[in-house]
């Protein structure tokens, strides 16, 4: 990895956040994402955490305050790397942290939906509430203006292309280009809901489905794969610190876990921080 590569300084400015806010440890030495009931948990997060650097000595914050938290800094990073990136996707892109899918094109029909749904008891019981998703972090995309579209030569005019959400005369609402479940740990049930909303996604949608990603800072594989293996729900889960979590691994001679780990690289269902901003301009 090129030292000085803008990923780089942007996935050890990523760390560097985490460090001045929810990653630190206990006053008995246990790192903030590990589960302090499991040895094997505390001694990987303590081996990340030392290769990452210096933590601060405080308590533990709440789950529901770290996890807002983590998205905060997630959503910061994604907006600062989307920047640096308009080369590689053009276009107007906006990272915005939670919100519900209905008030993107694809998905604007839920509305509809729901607003059936409150009126007629029979139907809300027969369609459930599981398509009112409200994802941590989205990423929109707005439509453009024909100036735009026409920019290099005339592509579109009012002969043509008058159904297609990217251009502004037809509809004015941003398509959902991605969707991020922010998980800084993995250790409830409710870590599978990122699966539950990814499969939704893919059923409600109504065009293109959007990236549906998880970032988590869980330290264990086993949990890890917990979300991450049998699933085609999610397109991948991205750790904060992949190379440093395979390297405690191979420093502690953990061989099974490892080889779970490699499992889940190789075969495409875990990826590192940095590689985030780029999958997201596919």
Known sequence: MTEGAWLSLARREFHATLLAGILTRSAAGVPSNADKGSRPSIQIATAI???????QTAAKLPG??????????????????FAHMAHLRPGRFQVIKG?????????????????????????????????????????????????????GET????????????????QVMPSLH???????TLRSDRAQNA????????????????????????????????????TGDIDCVYHIAL??????????????????LDTMIE???????SDLPLDLVI
């Open 243 to 260: 190379y440093e979590l395979r390297k405690a691994l191979v420093d502690q001679d953990r061989e099974e876990t490892l080889d779970l």
């Open 178 to 184: 991605a969707s991020i479940s922010c998980k800084w």
């Open 195 to 230: 699966r539950s909303e990814g499969l939704n996604l893919v059923r409600n949608r109504k065009g293109r489905l959007p990236h549906v990603v998880v970032i988590t800072g869980e330290p264990t594989p086993g949990r890890i794969a917990s979300l991450a293996l049998g």
């Open 49 to 55: 955490l030392d290769q990452l650097g210096p933590a």
């Open 99 to 151: 919100g519900g899918i209905a008030q993107f094109d694809q998905y604007a029909h839920l509305d509809e939906l729901e607003a059936i749904a409150k009126a007629n008891r029979d139907i809300a019981t027969a369609i459930g509430s599981d398509y009112l998703i409200k994802p941590d972090i989205v990423i929109a995309r707005a439509p453009e203006p024909d100036a735009v579209l026409n920019a």
């Open 64 to 81: 529901q305050t770290a996890g807002a938290d983590f998205e905060e800094v997630c959503a910061a990073y994604l907006r600062l790397c």
């Open 155 to 170: 592509l579109v005019d009012d002969s043509c292309a008058r159904l297609s959400p990217l251009r502004l005369c037809n």
């Open 267 to 273: 075969g495409k269902r875990l990826r590192d921080i």
